[in-house]
């Protein structure tokens, strides 16, 4: 028997550099909405939420030195569809966010881009296929719906391990 609770991911915290730079991408650009700020005992903090449901899943605050290397891998937002990954590519892209990568991961697709701390962020969408990871192609996002999904399907048959999702 499993002694370990049901864990779920609750929010993610970022040290910044400049609070209200990093503030305006992510209201601006990535729509969240501030739910609460203020000085906390060592830092300013910016609470952000896309979540009615959720205080906050991304809090911001004050500390990060200047010119450090950021060790975030990665923070990733889920969208629904193929319009939305391309509206927020649009959106970043607007904003001129660096390194804005369209991929197809089989599983996925994925656009990546920097905030402007260099955090890597990624927004996707799962697919209905499992392929054996890591794998990662480049994705023209200016095809139609139809010609991503065909030849995307094409290519996460074509890999090694390939099965549906529900399979998966």
């Known amino acids: 028997m499993n002694d370990i609770p049901d864990m779920q991911i609750g929010?993610?915290?970022l040290f910044v550099e400049d609070l209200p730079k990093m503030r305006k991408f992510y209201t601006d650009v990535l729509g969240f909405r501030v739910t609460d700020e203020g000085k906390g005992s060592v830092a300013e903090m910016v609470f952000l939420s896309r979540n009615p449901d959720e205080h906050h899943q991304i809090v911001l605050a004050t500390g990060r030195p200047e010119n450090i290397f950021s060790?975030?891998?990665?923070?990733s937002f889920r969208v629904n569809a193929l319009s939305d990954l391309?509206?927020?590519r649009d959106r970043v892209v607007a904003a001129g966010a660096e390194n804005v990568r369209p991929t197809d991961h089989g599983n996925a697709w994925s656009v990546y881009f920097l905030d402007p701390e260099g955090n890597r962020l990624?927004?996707?969408?799962?697919t209905p296929w499992y392929v054996v990871q890591p794998y990662g192609v480049p994705l023209d996002l200016e095809k139609s719906d139809e010609d991503i999904f065909a030849e995307c399907e094409t290519n996460a048959k074509s890999r090694p391990g390939y099965m549906s999702a529900d399979d998966w």
């Open 11 to 13: 929010h993610i915290g």
């Open 71 to 75: 060790v975030v891998n990665q923070i």
């Open 86 to 88: 391309r509206t927020m």
């Open 122 to 126: 990624e927004v996707y969408m799962a």
